[in-house]
């Protein structure tokens, strides 16, 4: 997030879009509601009725993977009616001429088609946000998990730069991280292009300082994604170490996975329970749980916090970093040599100059948000307010493109897949919680009542819901909240493996799996088979 | 409402001055006389009051006196004045206090509750204590019957304890916003309740839990932590950060010895200010469920997974790992990073590709 938590009750005009915060981040959506008992207005974009549509002043239900285009016109709108903040566009940014130029054909009316929204709902959109005082865009993974994420996300970004909502308290573009350490796995350098603190691994200086710290000559060249590395196994990549992921459940296109593990030499699997993967490793090692172990963690609004441990581990199990460091060992690696989590976390802190002000000790309270570069700097809880990191803010000229898979007659049907509240991904943490498999305990299909009379199903039957790879058998729930032609479902449930559905397309720059749209088609099962 | 401003966004405040308890004390222009109090460190009696809530001034313990006012004054909902003369604690106010302690407890069936039940479960009994109030002085009538028979897993509504001070309403309306509890009848005749007079599960409520935690007599309790009423020992609490999304809610994780019993929100959590949801409220058992996984397994001959030392596993893993670099090159290894472990497994995980195998072949499961 651009902008901290806190900031959730300041802006007069929210711009929700591609975030189900009322069960995804529940918390955080409490400030959406305060902001708007004290007068705020939202706008809500999503293809489905979520929650936060019922506090919304503006619902626009966009068509699953249009968002490129509704973004377009309210950006067209914006410029057409004057809203653009010039000041801020000469001050601050560069290259808006060539994106206004570029605004020029995206009108409301070319938008609506592909939106499947009223022209005049994105002319009102495009006004709010453009007036407002305080404009403050949120979102999740409805904007990621395309085949555009990255032009989704840029798109909101041009927004934000042309009306000089960025870098002001109650403003901001402020994505809401899905995982409690999703942005510290990320921090710490666990991905392919940057060392930890976003230190990217092609800067000669980067290099420099790494070969210094570890005494090794790092890699020159980028690591490849996790999307790509599934595609290697059994070819180029022969051995794996995952850490506390049930790949896969949660990864698009299960049968893939399942054969790309199947498929390696060696898989090492570290986790506390016994997952769908762990089942397909060599060796699993048991770590410590949330609530035995001590360490820190980032979360959305990137405040660095403690975790500590409040029980003795179960059985033999072991913190993850020792049981990492202990094979590192036995390879025969140096400086593996940490007593503590501690120790590896005062490691990070001296190579990352996010993290440079920062120790175990200094971080007891969690008042920091990283940046934090010198002991004595307070930390940045909202970034963008005094300059961008590059210097200016760059406007994106980029265009709509369909998802990678549409509705056709064979695959009629649009399908978006997402998180419910009570529970949490994979469900093996929520699932062996007493009382939330109360409130769910199976997935359903939600599908559009008029839709359950026109393809002639029934409320609470079982259906096939069949992809391009593969097929489910799932029960349909009739409800309002999918929009005609487009149905829903969690990925939570192992016995009902939507993933096996998904994965049509990667974002090019990112390989983010396109999880929010596939194309299905639903059949009946014969009632012999739903009552067997 | 106290609302959430970061140092740097809070304008300077204009100051004024007043007397309390005889010594001269600076104020915020717009501060309470309660808020005043609490700073100065005097014991002001409060049971209505959540620091987080739209002062209400219902229960009139907050009283104290203010010099030219007949009357004593709630302290939560009167602002503080320049050159306010004010007394906290005048023997004839604690008198005032006792008695109103004693009114209240005639109303209630019990007053002493499991501290299992949640957070602010002790404050009507810890008063009543404090101030040596009786229980029998005054023989009124009950108000609030207990909906028992309400089959959620998670909150006990034990209404006969309920004293009408309205924080679970104004708590699930001001802070969750959802508005599920409401409230019928008025007088003896209150009784706390959800639309149609229905269970939990059928109305607006989402069992964030945040009506258990405010409540000052344990009427709303936390039935997951009741259930380790009966273990040995003290409650203890450990401040951590909820293992769920990135919101970052900072929970106070109960234990009586080596159990985890429940969870609870932390007031001055910088993120959550003591809000949870249903799953960092309810989710957290799985900690020691019999099926976590307690010792090392490695692949047998047999294609079985089968119990192992750390030695013979560890072992296994370094060889196997070694081996892929000899046979088939350095780039031949991966790893994937949890998004849901530590930093220091992240940073160990990361670390062990680039020094162990000079590659930058690591990630996390943020694509997915």
Known sequence: MSNPLVDM?????????????????????????????????????????????????????????????????????????????????????????????????????????????????????????????????????????????????????????????????????????????????????????????????????????????????????????????????????????????????????????????????????????????????????????????????????????????????????????WIIAEIAKRMGLAGFEWQSAKDVFNELCSISPIYAGLDWDRIDKGEYHWPVPTPDHPGTPRLHEDGFVNGRGVFKVLSYRDPAETIDEEYPVWLTTGRRLSIYHTNTQTGRAAGLPWLQSEEELEVHPDDVVAWGLEDGAFVHLTSRRGSVRIKVKATERSPRGTVFCSFSFNATPVNVLTGSGYDPLTETAELKVCAVRIEGVARVEAGS | ????????????????????????????????????????????????????????????????????????????????????????????????????????????????????????????????????????????????????????PFILRDYDLCISCYRCVRVCAEQEGDYAISIKGRGFHTQITVEFDGDLRESACTFCGQCVQTCPTGALADKKALEAKELPGEIELTRTVCPYCGVGCSIDLMTKGDKVIGSRPAMDGPANRGALCVKGQFGFDFIQHPERLQHPLVRGDDGELRRATWDEALDRAAKGFVEAKKNHGRKSVYAIASGRAPHEAAYATQKFVRVGFLSNHVDNCSRS
Not at chain 1, 57 to 66: A, D, K, M, T
Not at chain 2, 49 to 72: H, Q, S, T, W
Request: charged content about 25%; some cysteine; proline content about 4%.
């Open chain 1, 9 to 321: 009750q300041k802006p007069d005009v929210i711009f929700c879009i591609g975030t189900n915060m009322t069960e995804c981040h529940p918390v955080a959506a409490t400030g959406l509601k305060k902001a708007i008992a004290h007068g705020a207005k939202m706008i809500v974009a999503d293809p489905r009725r979520i929650g936060l549509v019922k506090m919304a002043e503006l619902y626009l239900p966009i068509r699953v993977g249009s968002d490129v285009a509704l973004l377009l016109a309210m950006a067209h709108v914006i410029d057409r009616d004057g809203l653009v903040d010039e000041t801020f566009v000469h001050e601050r940014t560069r290259d808006f001429e060539a994106f206004r130029a570029h605004l020029r054909d995206f009108t409301p009316a070319w938008a609506a088609k592909i939106c499947e929204v009223p022209a005049a709902d994105i002319e009102r959109a495009a006004r709010l946000y453009g007036q407002a005082e305080r404009g403050a865009i949120y979102y999740t993974l409805g904007i990621t998990e395309h085949i555009c994420g990255v032009d989704n996300v840029q798109s909101l970004c041009n927004l934000a730069l042309m009306t000089g909502n960025i870098g002001r308290e109650g403003t901001g573009i402020n994505p809401m991280r899905g995982q409690n350490n999703i942005q510290g796995a990320g921090d710490c350098g666990a991905i392919p292009n940057n060392f930890p603190g976003f230190q990217s691994v092609l800067v000669e200086e980067h290099q420099r300082k790494f070969k210094e710290a570890w005494g090794v000559e790092v890699d020159r060249e980028l690591g490849m994604t996790k999307i790509a590395a599934l595609d290697h196994c059994g070819k180029s990549i022969r051995a794996m170490l995952i850490d506390g992921e049930n790949t896969v459940v949660s990864d698009p296109d299960r049968d893939h996975c399942d054969h790309a593990l199947r498929a390696l030499d060696h898989l090492v699997v570290i986790d506390i329970f016994r997952t769908e993967t762990a089942e397909l490793a060599d060796v699993v090692l048991p770590a410590t749980s949330w609530g035995e172990t001590d360490g820190v963690c980032t979360n959305t609004e990137r405040r660095v916090q403690r975790l500590r441990a409040a029980v003795p581990p179960m059985g033999e199990s072991k913190p993850d970093w």
């Open chain 2, 1 to 152: 409402m106290t609302t959430l401003d970061s140092p740097k966004t809070t304008a300077a405040a204009a100051t004024a001055t007043l007397t309390l308890d005889g010594a001269t004390v600076e104020f915020t222009l717009g501060e309470t006389l309660y808020e005043v109090c609490q700073r100065e460190q005097r014991h002001v009696p409060t049971l209505c009051y959540d620091e987080r809530l739209d002062a209400f001034g219902a229960c009139r313990l907050c009283v104290v006196e203010v010099e030219g006012v007949r009357n004593p004054v709630a302290s939560c909902t009167t602002k503080a004045a320049a050159g306010m003369v004010v007394r906290s604690n005048p023997a004839r106010i604690d008198k005032f206090r006792r008695t109103l302690l004693e009114m209240v407890a005639s109303e209630n069936r019990e007053t002493e509750v499991d501290a299992e039940r949640g957070h602010a479960s002790q404050e009507l009994s810890g008063l009543i204590e404090r101030y040596d109030a009786r229980r029998d002085r005054f023989r009124g009538k009950q108000s609030g019957k207990s909906k028992l028979d309400d089959s959620n």
